[in-house]
């Protein structure tokens, strides 16, 4: 199985300042068809999650520009850019490359 | 607007049954495949299980592989999670969720609210 690592746990924030989210995967994420399935989710408290960014580095619908993924192979990162109040909550990370699965989770505050 | 209403949970005894079930609306449901992903208290999220559109396929997490069937009715846009032999572990909100399966994406695009199972004697 892959293994999805997310660091850090937790993060404070300022609003308006920028914050960053690290994934690792235990093997490569680069699928047979040379896609890497890589994507980030947004849950705040009491809500479901939310689909952010989609093979590393793609917008879902409605997802504002703040939100920016990059990366390949296993190291990816999810990068919020003048953060807001509504940004709080958990980030996850998941690969659909071998079947699903998900990271531990950053919790994000703001100051 | 895509929704997805889960209703089943409950409290349940060890080694019992549950049925969960999903309605789903604003979209064409048999385009779509279709998942669950549970979330422990507090815990974060895992991927149990995923149908084809046609129900022909369906994949599972080893944990719940022999235990947990997962089906579907698209005369009715409904999935369901019919689960059995239940154990402490599986205490978790049960989420319905779209799965975009294209060659773009791989990825759980819309999430109901979940439905909670606590398996507890």
């Known amino acids: 199985d892959i293994v999805m690592t997310q660091t850090p746990l937790s993060s404070v924030v300022t609003l308006g300042q920028s914050a960053s989210i690290s994934c690792r995967s235990s093997?490569?994420?680069?699928?047979?068809?040379?896609?890497?399935?890589l994507s980030w989710f947004h849950q705040r408290p009491g809500q479901p999650p939310r689909l952010l960014i989609y093979?590393?580095?793609n917008r879902f619908s409605g997802v504002p520009d703040r939100f920016s993924g990059s990366g390949a192979g296993t190291d990816f990162t999810l990068k919020i850019s003048r953060v807001e109040a509504e940004d709080v909550g958990v980030y996850y990370c998941?690969?659909?490359?071998?079947?699903?699965?998900f990271g531990q989770g950053t919790k994000v505050e703001i100051k | 607007e895509v929704q997805l209403v889960e209703s089943g949970g409950g409290l349940v005894q060890p080694g019992g049954s549950l049925r969960l079930s999903c309605a789903a609306s604003?979209?064409?449901?048999?385009?779509?495949?279709m998942s669950w992903v549970r979330q422990a208290p507090g815990k974060g999220l895992e991927w149990v299980a995923n149908?084809?559109?046609?129900?022909?396929?369906?994949y599972y997490v080893d944990s719940v592989k022999g235990r947990f069937t997962i089906s579907r009715d698209n005369t009715k846009n409904a999935l369901y999670l019919q689960m059995s032999s239940l154990r402490a572990e599986d205490t978790a909100v049960y989420h319905c969720?779209?799965?975009?399966?294209?060659?773009?994406?791989?990825?759980?695009?819309?999430w109901g609210q979940g439905t909670l199972v606590t398996v507890s004697s």
């Open positions: 093997q490569s994420l680069v699928h047979s068809s040379g896609n890497t399935y």
């Open positions: 604003g979209f064409s449901f048999t385009t779509y495949w």
């Open positions: 969720a779209r799965l975009d399966f294209g060659a773009s994406v791989r990825a759980f695009d819309s």
């Open positions: 998941m690969q659909g490359t071998q079947w699903w699965t």
């Open positions: 149908i084809k559109q046609d129900g022909g396929d369906k």
């Open positions: 093979r590393v580095s």
